[in-house]
């Protein structure tokens, strides 16, 4: 079984494990094209974390939880890095305060083309991320 | 089955390779423990230094003063332990014998099983540094502290230099880990120049990243409010203003917040308590001593743990007590004193030291042998030590004064062989002023040194320190920080950090320099330039800005032309990415790159710059930008900047609805990043 809740470190070595991971994860139940875009967009969101959110001596875990329910994937990404909010990207403004700037590159892009639904929450110390996506071919009665 | 060995507090398990006080796992070197293993394994029989060396290091010919590093570090972590047990004894011109009572155990899995060594779980949490040497003769200031700390949220502990506020502190802080459910953090304020950085410097401690300047303490204190936590700000003398003005604002802010401050003078700030640290009780003159009578005074007690340390055979006995004592009485029981009189041990007679040490104080007094006051007894002592070295010491000394925070031994080298120290002898001359107590080695993976704060600034007041020493401080900065940018490309993160991060404080003191009156803006300019990733793998987005800011303003008024510009792509960095000057100087900068000939960080901007441009209403220009980009990066070979390249490549395709092109793509990417993190395995 795969466990549906995965631990990394603020390491851009890291990205492989989540890659196989999430590969393993969405192997049986979502088609391998919606599968791909989703891993690439966890990818994306979560080197965003690494190269700009988690940026400390200290080790920063990542976490990353998928939950399938019938016709869509929730994916939970969570950190206790400084406050990171790549939601805010395209502020008409310039930012006053360099928190909510330098917002993550291409995953805002990929999250934005390929996900239904995209949150932020600063919980206590940690950035809470949901990001949801419509999948097709889900198979009725997996629960993850 | 494992070997095990118990002796004392300690449990020595072997193929674990581990070494355990109370449970808990203390750093040895690899080298160190396995010298341990050997003498444990010995124990009782004498184990010669051939043998010792040929069972360590087999077959590599290594100097015997390797041998004697890694055996004093020994005594430092078995005397740590503080249970007055004597475990290694010299014999003298023949080797060393373990003479603690050993327990030999076959299965290490019943180890906790007889409750001998009960596992004491760290939860609590906190930064303290590992201390080798045991405190001694401040139990009862360690008591008032911890006594204090039960009914107060803010202590300080003030003292002349020298009498071991920062040695108390932490310790007091590692005794009261329990007390704290979110630990004790120490902020180490010693090697900070500049005022406006003590949020900062005390923010980073925590581990707390701050954003901007007008923020930065309403962000501590949001960090801080729900803590439960014990803040050591070590040190604050020199800043001791900001430092009151801080701590008064954190303490009405976060109730359960606990401050313990060190330093010479009092903060002056409501609800202080103070505790004025002693120096160590010494034995009065005219009363008739043993060493018995003499042990009852701490600085006597310091004096002998310290001389046994040297494994010269030294006990105190009814020949040489009035003598010690006489010299505690000399150094006003001032503990860095002693410790810098004791290691003369090794060349003299107690008698003799006694003698030799009249001089200095003669010097002063009139002969009178009238009390100083405390720090001039410090200064006359410091003095005698240094005009006791040879000259390439003293040039060590003040090469080792540009420094801040600890250093490795290859800048130390760097810049010692700038001056007429020979870089083969540099790593004796070190271990010749630690041996007198004036350098401080600090164990780990890659030693690395430090100065007493007190040593620190005597040898940076004498007359031979001056610009060469700073200038040659800072250009080698610069070329570390180059080194550790290239190397950050194909290092992961966690090692990388190991390597460089501890050089932050001297990265500081070198801008600091170079930006000064007396410094040299291009190389201040380099430095900025050169340690982006640094500042942005430690999060240190403010002072990484103040940087940049500075070296933009004063690159106006030089000719590095392309330098500026460059920094104002760099600048870019730090600022919002989707504002599209962000591209239009990522452009900007990869032109200037090609101009310098260097294609790898033309690409790296190059890269930027697209996947700034690249969106799924703009596929064609990123995508194009992007190749370029990959062309320029790909000869360098595995970096994390060409798995990041390519990853944005898998997205262009994605975009494009080319699904084939994408996985390959990303397929790369991974591959790459799997090639940067095989480099971790290959060294560990």
Same mark, same amino acid.
């Given at each position: ?19 196989r991971?999430?590969e393993?994860a969405m ?7 919606a ?10 969101a ?9 940026a ?10 998928? *939950? ?10 969570? #950190? #206790?890095?400084?406050r ?17 700037a330098?917002?993550?590159?291409l995953?805002? +892009? ?9 949150q ?9 991320l =949901?990001l ?13 | ?42 124990? !009782?029989?004498?184990a010669?230094k ?13 100097e @015997? ?27 003298? /011109? ?14 290490g899995?019943?180890a906790?099983?007889?409750?001998r ?5 760290i ?12 405190l ?5 200031t ?18 002349? /230099? ?12 590692? =005794? ?10 120490l ?13 900062a ?5 925590? /581990? ?39 701590? @008064? ?18 903060l002056?700030?409501?609800? @202080? ?9 010494v034995?009065e ?19 002998? #743990?310290?001389?046994? %340390?040297? !494994? +010269? !055979? ?33 060349? =003299? ?8 040490l009249?001089?200095?104080? $003669?010097?002063?007094?009139?002969g009178?042998?009238? $009390?100083l006051?405390?720090?001039?007894t ?18 060590l ?21 700038s001056?007429?120290v ?19 080695a600090e164990? /780990? ?6 100065l007493?704060?007190s040593i620190?600034?005597?040898?940076r007041?004498?007359?031979?320190? !001056?610009t ?7 250009? +080698?900065?610069v ?10 490309e %194909? ?7 190991d ?7 001297? &990265? ?11 410094? #040299? ?13 640094m500042?942005?793998? &430690? ?11 500075e ?6 008024a ?26 239009? *100087? ?7 790159f090609?101009?310098l000939?260097?294609a ?12 700034? =441009? ?5 596929i064609? *220009? ?8 990959l ?37 790369? $990417?991974?591959?790459t990043?799997c090639?940067?993190g095989e480099?971790?395995?290959? %060294?560990?």
């Amino acid at each position: 079984l795969i466990p549906n809740r995965l631990v990394l470190y603020n390491d851009l070595v890291e990205l492989p494990r989540l890659a196989r991971w999430v590969e393993a994860a969405m192997q049986r139940d979502v088609a391998p094209d919606a599968a791909f875009a989703l891993a690439l967009c966890l990818e994306e969101a979560v080197a965003n974390i690494i190269m700009y959110g988690a940026a400390s001596n200290e080790r920063v875990e990542i976490t990353v939880e998928l *939950e399938r329910t019938v016709g869509a994937v929730t994916a939970r990404i969570e #950190d #206790d890095g400084r406050r990171f909010n790549p939601t805010a990207a395209r502020q008409t403004s310039p930012p006053t305060s360099l928190v909510d700037a330098k917002v993550g590159e291409l995953g805002i +892009h990929l999250v934005r083309r390929f996900a239904s639904d995209m949150q932020y929450e600063r919980r206590g110390e940690r950035n809470c991320l =949901m990001l949801r996506f419509r999948t097709t071919g889900t198979t009725a009665g997996s629960n993850g | 089955v494992s070997e095990a060995f118990l002796f004392g507090p300690f449990r020595l398990i072997a193929d674990r390779r581990e070494l355990l006080v109370h449970g808990v796992p203390v750093t040895l070197g690899q080298r160190a423990f396995d010298v341990l293993l050997a003498l444990v394994r010995r124990h !009782g029989e004498l184990a010669t230094k051939d043998e010792l060396m040929a069972e360590v290091w087999r077959g590599v010919i290594v100097e @015997e003063n390797s041998l004697h590093v890694h055996v004093s570090t020994l005594r430092k972590v078995l005397g740590a332990a503080g249970d007055g047990q004597r475990y290694l004894v010299t014999v003298a /011109g023949r080797g060393y014998r373990f003479v603690a009572p050993v327990e030999c155990k076959s299965d290490g899995n019943d180890a906790h099983a007889d409750g001998r060594v009960p596992a004491v779980p760290i939860l609590a949490r906190g930064n303290l540094p590992q201390q080798l040497t045991s405190l001694i003769g401040q139990e009862a200031t360690l008591a008032e502290i911890r006594a204090r700390l039960a009914t107060r949220r803010l202590v300080s502990l003030t003292g002349s /230099g020298g009498v071991g506020k920062t040695r108390l502190a932490i310790e007091a802080g590692n =005794m009261l880990l329990g007390e704290y459910g979110d630990g004790v953090w120490l902020a180490e304020l010693a090697p900070l120049q500049d005022r406006q950085l003590v949020t900062a410097v005390v923010a980073d401690a925590l /581990g707390v990243s701050l954003a901007d300047q007008q923020g930065a303490m309403a962000t501590l204190i949001s960090a801080l409010k729900p803590k439960h936590l014990l803040l050591i700000i070590d040190n604050c003398e020199h800043v001791i203003a900001e430092v009151a003005r801080l701590v @008064e604002t954190l303490l009405r802010q976060c109730a359960r917040l606990s401050i313990l401050a060190s330093s010479r003078e009092r903060l002056a700030v409501s609800a @202080e308590y103070v505790i004025r640290v002693p120096s160590l009780a010494v034995p009065e003159a005219g009363t008739a001593l043993t060493p018995a009578r003499a042990r009852e005074s701490a600085a006597v007690r310091l004096f002998e #743990d310290r001389a046994d %340390t040297l !494994g +010269h !055979g030294f006990t105190l006995d009814p020949g040489n007590v009035e003598a010690v004592a006489a010299i505690c009485r000399r150094l006003d029981g001032i503990p860095l004193a002693i410790e810098l009189a004791v290691p003369r041990l090794r060349i =003299m007679s107690v008698q003799q030291l006694e003698r030799a040490l009249d001089e200095p104080f $003669a010097i002063l007094t009139s002969g009178s042998r009238t $009390a100083l006051p405390r720090q001039r007894t410090l200064q006359a002592l410091i003095d005698w030590s240094y005009d006791l070295l040879t000259d390439p010491e003293k040039r060590l000394l003040i090469c080792l004064s540009a420094f801040l925070g600890s250093t490795s031994l290859e800048s130390i080298a760097t810049i010692a062989a700038s001056v007429n120290v020979p870089s083969n002898a540099v790593a004796d001359l070190l271990l010749s002023l630690a041996e007198k107590s004036l350098v401080h080695a600090e164990p /780990g993976n890659e030693s690395r040194y430090r100065l007493p704060e007190s040593i620190r600034l005597y040898a940076r007041g004498k007359p031979e320190f !001056g610009t060469v020493q700073a200038r040659l401080h800072a250009e +080698h900065f610069v070329v570390r920080f180059a080194n550790a940018t290239a190397a950050w490309e %194909t290092t992961p993160t966690r090692e990388w950090l190991d390597r460089y991060a501890d050089d932050v404080d001297n &990265l500081r003191a070198a801008l600091r320099w170079a930006f000064s009156p007396d410094g #040299d803006d291009a190389l201040g300019i380099d430095l900025v330039g050169q340690s982006h990733v640094m500042w942005a793998e &430690l999060g240190l987005i403010l002072e990484h800005r103040r940087w940049v800011v500075e070296a933009l303003s004063k690159s106006k008024a030089t000719s590095c032309g392309a330098m500026a510009r460059l920094l104002a792509w760099q600048a870019g960095d730090v600022r919002q990415l989707d504002d599209p000057a962000d591209i239009k *100087e990522a452009l900007q900068a990869a032109t200037i790159f090609r101009t310098l000939g260097d294609a790898f960080q033309e690409g790296r901007v190059l890269l930027r710059a697209g996947t700034a =441009m690249l969106s799924p209403d703009n596929i064609d *220009e990123g995508e194009r930008t992007l190749c370029e980009a990959l062309a320029l990066i790909r000869p360098a070979g595995s970096t994390k900047t060409l798995a990041r390249c390519l990853g944005a490549l898998a997205s262009a395709r994605l975009f494009a609805g080319d699904l084939k092109q994408a996985r390959s793509l990303h397929e790369q $990417a991974i591959r790459t990043y799997c090639k940067v993190g095989e480099n971790l395995e290959s %060294t560990e």
